[in-house]
């Protein structure tokens, strides 16, 4: 339904408002009346008044005095002043400093009032495009705070199951760390003596690659690894596993098939996959002297280096059923001899220069190195089994 207008229309002589509002009326306006400045001024402030239609007749009415005061009381109405002279009420035409805009005056003979209809008609026009953009602007507000609310509630959603999915994932990182725990425990389980192995190269590896700079984002992966690199060693037979003497040269072939069975067991399940490089290459060397690839230098997967200085560093400082454990210092002494040969020399470096083996000594008291150690050990730190 089209909005309709309210017009007042005010002149002193009842044929002149008679007429004046019968013009007026005939657009669609209701049309209210008024005699004197004072009526006028009461209706103006009692109703929403869109078009003031005053006329100029002094000293029975003084309509530029009206139309002056209606300003102040109705900034946007259409006010049109009708004048008998063109010098009457000339300084309302100029903009005023409320705010209130200009008026028009219609300076015509009672002949010509229905020239007041077209000026009329066009102020409505006017009114009705300034409606329109009101309501445009009242409606693109309530999107915008209809927006605004639907991003207030998208955002708590949004942060709801961030904070769920958050909570999922981290339930399941521990699921898979408890499986590939339980993992860990089984290897273990085959070979009580070297208990806790697994856990010591698993930190050994964290701290080696923390102090080289390994990228942040790959030390779970790296973790993961070399807590599993023996996971092979569940096909072992335990007559070769556990020996508490050196093996011979059979043993050793089927000894060193453990990477490749790591690589096997790895290789079919998912999760696992991620860390082959350190399960199938931690016995690799670095002059390409070693299992089961061969690799050489650089070429050998940096995870797989690292997990190899750590295995090697374990083997030595630990007893085992075929040796004692070696004192610090001549473990880092072995690890430095072999540096370039069979681990990263730059690897080597940092665990030594750093003394990273301390990491699981309550206390270093720096014992000299006692002779009767298997040969084997004292001149190359292959490792673990």
């Not at 078009?51 to 009415?61: L, N, R």
Request: proline share 6%.
């Amino acid at each position: 339904m089209a909005h309709r207008f309210r017009a007042l229309v005010a002149h002193p002589q009842p044929e002149a408002l008679g007429e004046l509002a019968e013009l007026v009326g005939g657009l669609g306006l209701i049309v209210e009346t008024a005699r004197s400045t004072v009526e006028a001024v009461n209706k103006v402030q009692s109703h929403p008044v869109h078009v003031i239609i005053a006329g100029h007749v002094p000293p029975t009415f003084d309509g530029v005095a009206f139309v002056e005061r209606s300003a102040g009381l109705v900034k946007e109405a259409l006010r049109i002043l009708l004048v008998s002279n063109p010098n009457e009420g000339v300084e309302l035409e100029r903009p005023r400093a409320n705010g209130a805009g200009m008026v028009m005056r219609l300076v015509a003979r009672p002949s010509e009032r229905s020239r007041l209809v077209a000026m009329v008609s066009e102020g409505i026009k006017l009114l009705h495009l300034l409606e329109e953009e009101r309501e445009l602007v009242r409606n693109i507000r309530a999107a915008n705070d209809r927006l605004r609310l639907r991003e207030t509630l998208l955002d708590v959603v949004v942060k709801e199951r961030t904070k769920e999915l958050e909570e999922s994932y981290e339930k399941l990182k521990q699921a898979n760390r408890q499986a590939l725990f339980g993992l860990a425990e089984a290897i273990e389980a085959k070979d009580p003596y070297t208990k806790g192995h697994c856990g010591r190269v698993a930190a050994y590896s964290l701290v080696l690659a923390k102090e080289s700079g390994y990228p942040e984002s790959g030390l779970e992966t790296l973790e993961f690894g070399a807590f599993l690199h023996d996971i092979g060693k569940i096909g072992v037979r335990d007559s070769v596993l556990l020996k508490p003497a050196p093996l011979d040269d059979q043993e050793w072939i089927h000894m060193r098939e453990h990477p490749v069975k790591g690589y096997e067991i790895a290789s079919k399940i998912e999760m696992l996959q991620p860390i082959m490089p350190a399960v199938r290459n931690h016995h690799e060397r670095w002059d390409g002297s070693g299992y089961p690839d061969k690799m050489r230098g650089s070429r050998i997967p940096l995870v797989a280096r690292i997990v190899a200085i750590a295995d090697a560093y374990d083997a030595m400082s630990t007893d085992r059923p075929y040796k004692k454990s070696i004192p610090i210092d001549e473990c880092e002494r072995l690890l430095r001899g072999h540096a370039g040969k069979m681990y990263d020399p730059d690897l080597i470096e940092v665990f030594v220069s750093k003394h990273l083996g301390l990491l699981f000594r309550d206390e270093y008291e720096g014992l000299p190195y006692e002779s009767g150690y298997p040969q084997a050990m004292s001149s190359a730190p292959t490792g673990d089994r």
